[in-house]
């Protein structure tokens, strides 16, 4: 029998520029600094790279949605390039990283660099959310909508915050899920990035705190909604014969997870409590003989709370409906002592809106042991990274062990 | 100039202008396969059921149930009112036929799941676009 293409694959290294709320740095710095710290770590040269995947490529919309494509790395560091990848289209953020893992297992390239980089809060600067929204402060108001834009600007709701909030009326009115519930994500998230030099908010946050914070769209609150920064993310795929080049020992890459088996649509897919995680995730585990229970640590997608909710029943760590009382009081996401310690690094709701990549980076940064006052007491061996929302949905099983 | 509120407009095309022109006679329509009698939303140009690209707009009743909502706080672009209540309905023709929307002419704390609704249209005369809002069934 064939070996399974996961099993070719391993993540070699990993980078991170600084991060803050506003650097007004160049956006390419960031990303690079981000890049060459990940090729580095693995022990590798810029010589070593051939190969690219990144999300969402260059683009201006929103501002400072991204920090470079792959023209500008490649050019930058003077890569030799076999495989090549950049776009938004794709099983969420980090559908980048597993696009890499397809090549380097198709034998196109042999360490893939993986990087993401915004620069959302400069770009914001200090007129806030409705400077780069539609008609709003900084912007020209756009004369017309179309794409699923057309489904939503009619009617004021450009922001997946409004989107994301309905999903999570739904859930509530089915499953009686409550606010106090919802908010263990983000009082976790803040505890845990008290513990992360690199984080935005790191002053403490009670439950008290969360249901005071003001209504966005209901139920979602401010601190339900992940906190614009800049900052560049990195990560380098490898081939399985490269372990004996490499510097660390490597995180083998279990099993990925991308399908899409309901509509493309933030309002006509199916079930609108699941989103797209449910068919990704479901994917991801008939690739592999490991369970959720086999999992340590979950580094899982919070732009907004309830889709982390959401990634925690489809990855099956608690049941259909039931993310609200597996998160009631914090105990089972808890960093120490918990069954599942979520978002160690803080998430992006307290340690900055790094957009996706930012999840993998912390999985693997737990697996190698390296989360130093943040580390999850006991070393985990099995984590798994997983980034989307919506009909976007990528996960990956990570593992030390085998 | 009509007095109606600044709202970002949907770019018109020869696929759409059936929709956002619909309200002109107070109907709401939605694409229908005429092979196979499939609803089709948003617009395109082949049934996704039978692969017939026989299409056309037909009437539906304009009832329809809140599926799910959100009282939107945030001033993300202009709009004419905060908090306003935005819904995605779905309506008794087609299960799974929905449309993201606004309810109007009630009070936005009265919105909840499984509310019947009913359209009612907000008009843009001039650019010729009517665009679906829904508000508590009245009761006959």
Redesign the interface.
Known sequence: MATKPEHLTVISGVGQSDVGRRLYRDPLELTLDACVEAIHDAGLTTADIDGIATYPGPGGDPPGFSGGGVVDVQDALRLNLGWWSGGLERPGQLGAVIDACLAVAFGLATHVLCFRSVFEGSAQGEGG??AV????GGRQ??????GFM??????????A??WI???A??HF?EFGTTPEQLGQIAVNARKNAALNPKAIYTDPMTIEDYLNS???????RLFDCDVPCDGGTAMIVSHVDTIPDLRKPPIRVEAVGTALRGRP?W??F?D?TTMALRDASAQLWTRTDMKPSDVQVAEMYDGFSFITMAWLEAMGFCGKGESGPFVEGGQNIAREGGVLPLNTHGGQLSSGRLHGFSFLHEACTQLWGEGGARQVPGNPEVGVACAGGGPLAGALLLTTSR | MSDAPFRVLPRITARNEPFWASGRDGVLRFQRCQQCKYWIHPHNVMCPQCLSKDLAYEPVSGKAVVHTFTINHQPWMPVPELPFALAIVEFPEQEGLRLTTVIVNCKVDDVHVDMPVQVTFEAHEDENIWIPMFEPEKVA
Request: net charge positive; aromatic share 4%; charged share 15%.
């Open positions: 959310r409705a929204m539609p008609g709003g108001a756009i004369p017309r909508a179309s057309e489904w939503v600007l009619p009617y004021g709701a450009p922001s915050a409004p909030a309905m999903m009326q739904r009115h003001r209504v966005i769209a209901s139920p979602l649509s309002d006509q199916d609108l």
